[in-house]
């Protein structure tokens, strides 16, 4: 028998923005197709993650994360949504967002469970149901509003559904879920007894008049809902994995035990920071993250449309989705490179984030940027002529 990769291998692949990120690199160029976040930190969570170091806090924590994260994280909740979470045995703290769902994932799916998915969606949540041996199935939204209807849900649902994902505010069309929309999923998950699993990192990212309505805060919908998110969008922090689930104890401590498998803890002093930064950064700063990116988000929809790339403008994430069609090539991908060779600015082919082919008119462009490194993207954009 010859030494080869196993066929688990298969299951996964390198992702586009990763992709893109690495063409980018290769030709120093600026870099708007991974969500890197390269705006600065908070002082308060890196003095809280500097004292920690000194004071000795390097070593293990609890599988489930630090108490004082967890209690921060719980506070954070009530506060912001009235939302009540027992921290000793509804938060595990994991090894970022992505790491909790994936956890999250390998505890309540078995192989062969569909969970339905929103095109277009996030690339990392359908490799995360593959890996585990879950199969992805899929609603289309439709423009204006990134739409969808009962009759889309009814026509995809299966005796072997298990789950159904939510992104919101969601990457890459940054949609922002309505109360009419969650109420329409709530009674859906309730009706076909379904878990209903959320990825909520972008909740502080809205802008006009909308707002983030958890769905685990709808009535009968907490202990069905699995609550993803966590800080390295908040606070600028992508590289540090604090992440964490929030789910009814029934379900955290099979997930708190797979985090322990596979991460055995977040890093233990930037949990620390983490937490410092949650108790003592007041509502305004949450309100000033709204502020300053919708006029990043604007800048960004200006400079396409002088280009001719259409943008979707989104809700709420730091997202967003455009236009190509009238670039020169094939597909996506072949569009989304002129447009690096020409400009020196990274997109991500709209084809990452649909199942077939029917994202190739379109590419994501992420905003979160310093003032300086944007404006030059969107000097760079606005040269193209179509």
């Known amino acids: 028998m010859s030494l080869e990769l196993s066929k688990r291998h298969e299951w996964v692949m390198q992702s586009e923005i990763r992709n893109m990120s690495i063409e980018c690199d290769r ?7 991974q969500g890197v976040c390269d705006t600065e930190v908070p ?23 630090m108490m004082e994260l967890r209690e921060a994280i719980a506070g954070k909740q009530k506060q912001f949504y009235g939302m009540v979470v027992d921290p000793e045995n509804e938060i595990i703290v994991s090894g970022g967002a992505t790491g909790a769902l994936y956890c999250a994932c390998l ?9 339905i998915l929103f095109e277009p969606f996030y690339g990392y949540h359908i490799q995360t149901l593959v890996a585990t041996q879950a199969v992805p199935v899929y609603v289309r939204m439709k423009h204006p509003g990134w739409t969808f209807s009962l009759e889309d849900l009814e026509r995809v649902v299966t005796p072997r559904t298990r789950g159904i994902m939510i992104n919101t505010p969601a990457n890459p069309s940054g949609k922002v879920f309505s109360k009419a929309e969650l109420d329409l999923l709530a009674a859906f998950a309730k009706k076909h007894d379904l878990f209903v699993f959320t990825d909520e990192i972008y909740e502080h990212f809205l802008y006009g008049d909308c707002r983030h309505i ?56 930037l949990q620390a920071g983490v937490a410092k930064g949650v108790r003592e950064l007041d509502i305004e700063y949450y309100k000033n993250l709204s502020t300053l990116y919708r006029v990043k ?9 002088k ?6 403008v989104p809700e709420g994430a ?69």
């Open 214 to 269: 958890p769905p685990a805060t709808l009535p009968g919908m907490k202990e069905r809902t699995i609550t993803i998110s966590g800080f390295s969008k908040t606070f600028s922090i992508t590289g540090w994995r604090i992440g964490y689930c929030i789910c009814d104890p029934r379900w955290s401590t099979a997930i708190g035990f797979f985090s322990d498998l596979v991460y055995v803890c977040a890093p233990a002093p």
């Open 43 to 65: 002082l308060v969570v890196r003095i809280g993650a500097r004292q920690a170091m000194d004071a000795g806090i390097n070593t293990y924590t609890h599988y489930a994360g």
């Open 27 to 33: 030709v120093r160029g600026i870099n708007l197709s």
């Open 107 to 115: 505890a309540l799916l078995n192989p062969g469970d569909e969970v």
């Open 307 to 312: 280009a001719k790339l259409r943008p979707y």
């Open 297 to 305: 988000r604007d800048k960004v929809c200006d400079a396409l449309t």
């Open 318 to 386: 730091y997202y967003i989705l455009a236009d190509i069609s009238g670039l020169p090539g094939e597909n996506s991908k072949e569009r989304a490179m002129y447009l690096l060779q020409k400009t020196g600015v990274a997109c991500v082919p709209g084809e990452a984030f649909y199942h077939d082919d029917s994202g190739e008119d379109l590419a994501r462009f992420c905003y979160a940027k310093d003032d300086p490194i944007l404006e030059e993207a969107c000097k760079r954009i606005e040269s193209l002529r179509l």
